[in-house]
């Protein structure tokens, strides 16, 4: 126990000076806070001290997300409460009280989903998810980060698909289905790799390393959670670091099983607990109980093999109390009810929704209909006026055939008229003519008399 103790506080001084640089991160925005307004502002870097303290301190982390929730209550900024329900739940879940981060989650996710936000949608379903996981809700993991999966390709948000993928091959693997799982780690990490995103790529780096394992490639395993906390080291994360320095451990618990004589096997071991005892420190650190329970658990079966029994029953005992916490009836009862209660408040919106839905739908069909008899009732009159139209144009244009037939039936009579006058006058003439001495007659005669008057 006192080797326990001292290695405590060595590898406590040890992350004091590599994670300086979380701290500065951190510092520098409380430092901001000082001199913040009381606005959106303000609410946000108590968010988002919040979600950086969640690797570190996720106690601190509650304490600031709660104060974040309270201006934005005050402020009645909803994404703001949104967002700092969210960043409470991140940190009630690194504590492993899944009961109290799902209630957190889920009242984020409804207030995202009433403001139509899909990335932060897509964010929430995939938080919720990874709750079910280490209460063994696989299909419930899954069908969140399925319904996240098709939100963030629709949106073409590059990150939350790779973390999406990353999730999705921690539950192949536990559920042994290890062809799936490297499908997704490498759909992953080329995602990581493109977008640079290096907390991710160490943590998909590890997730080959556990698929290595599987397959009995433990040098290769050993090289993918060294490299993994190397990059840990560098982001300052000792949460993930944690989980590394436990699969290494039992990495090492393997090879101890398949040594090929003694002295190897017993260097396997002592390295074995040396790496659980390392993980300890950080997870006792963090309060993570879910990984505390599998830590005991590995590390009892690691001394047992050794032959320190009674490190390996002190270890059980330990073991059992962290199960019982993490595994206990109320937990499961308090998640079921949350769910539950998430189920209910969506199907009592669905039904609100349909409601309204229904009655936007009469006040359409009202509003169609009228517009309707409205339209018909203009057509009505224009019809009505055109027929009016008409029936005076047709009026017109009998009148003026009329008045047509009567200037041609005046014409044709002055006509009548005229050819009578000419008739009379051919007829009055040809009388004169038949009365009268031809005019060829009296000059003929006329001539002859003058004739015979000159030879007198």
Known sequence: MNRKYILFFFLAFALAEKYTGQ???????????????????????????SFASKSSDPDEGIKYGKAGL??????????????????LGTNYKVKSDYALALEHYQKSLTLYEEMHLKRENAVLLMNIGTIYR???????AIDYYKKSMAIAEEIGNKKLTGQLFGNLGVIYFELEDHVKQQEACEKALKIFEEINDRNSQAWILGNLGDLCEV????????????????????????????????????YYGEMAKK?????????????SVEYFRAAEVLQVKMGDIGYLQELYENLSVTQEAMGDYKGALESHKDF?????SVFSMGVHENVAKLETKRELDVRDKEIVIEQLKKRTERI?????????????????????????SNKLIRAQNILVEKQKKEVELQKDLVEQKQKEVLDSIRYA?????????????????????NSTKSSE
């Open 259 to 271: 040594a090929k004589d003694e002295s190897t096997r017993l260097q396997d071991l002592r390295k």
């Open 70 to 87: 309270e201006l934005s209550e005050k402020l009645k900024w909803k994404k703001g409460i949104a967002a700092n329900y969210n960043a």
């Open 364 to 388: 359409y069909l009202g509003g169609g209909i009228a517009f309707l008899i409205i339209i018909l009732a203009f057509i009505f009159a224009v019809y009505r006026k055109q027929k009016k």
């Open 429 to 449: 003439k040809r009388i004169q003519n038949a009365l009268l001495t031809p005019e060829k007659y009296m000059q003929r005669n006329l001539k002859k008399l």
């Open 134 to 140: 280490p209460l063994h809700n696989y299909d419930k």
């Open 320 to 324: 059992t109390k962290w199960k019982d």
């Open 215 to 250: 397959r009995g490639d433990y040098e290769k395993a050993l090289e993918y959670q060294k490299k993994a906390m190397v990059i840990y080291d560098e982001v300052g994360n000792i949460s993930w670091k944690s989980g590394s320095l436990m699969h290494i451990g039992k």
């Open 23 to 49: 701290n500065a991160e951190i510092d520098s925005l409380k430092k901001e806070l000082l001199t913040a307004k009381e606005d959106t502002n303000k609410v946000m870097l108590f968010q988002k001290i």
